[in-house]
């Protein structure tokens, strides 16, 4: 059971950093019924999110590594907003009741947001 403390500690950050961006960024809604539907809601979006993350961030990376290093990575931004953008779309079609509004301001923001919370509290949580 050694073997599943890191993923689950990195399921359960990313869902606290998507759980923060709902309440503190404009245009990321969760309208659960309940708050076991919301917690449940928000472990299935931070799992498309890092399913997201894993499949198509090194494809992109690789098929447009020209445009990181013209930007100097700053299309890193745009892209990791794409993705964010990209998980509300397929939790929408999942029928979560978790929603993106849109690019500006609402995916720009969350996931950079995202990317922040979880990377602090990778910071003070064990994962190894």
């Known amino acids: ?3 599943l403390k890191g993923p689950l500690i990195r399921l359960v950050s990313t869902a606290v950093a998507f759980w ?3 309440l503190i960024i404009p245009g990321i809604t969760l309208s ?10 928000l472990l299935v979006v931070a799992a498309i999110f890092g399913l997201v993350n894993a499949v198509l961030q090194p494809i992109i990376k690789i098929l447009g590594c020209g445009l990181y290093v013209l930007t100097l990575g700053l ?7 794409l993705l ?3 998980t509300g779309a397929i939790a929408g079609q999942l029928g ?3 929603d993106v509004d849109g690019f500006w301001p609402a995916a720009m923001l969350g996931a950079i947001f995202v990317g922040l919370v979880t990377w602090l509290l990778g ?3 064990d994962r190894d």
């Open 1 to 3: 059971m050694e073997f």
């Open 20 to 22: 923060l961006a709902t």
């Open 32 to 41: 659960a019924d309940s708050a076991l539907g919301a917690v449940g809601t």
């Open 75 to 81: 299309i890193a931004l745009v892209v990791n907003a």
């Open 84 to 86: 964010f953008l990209l």
């Open 96 to 98: 979560l009741p978790f």
């Open 123 to 125: 910071l003070v949580l």
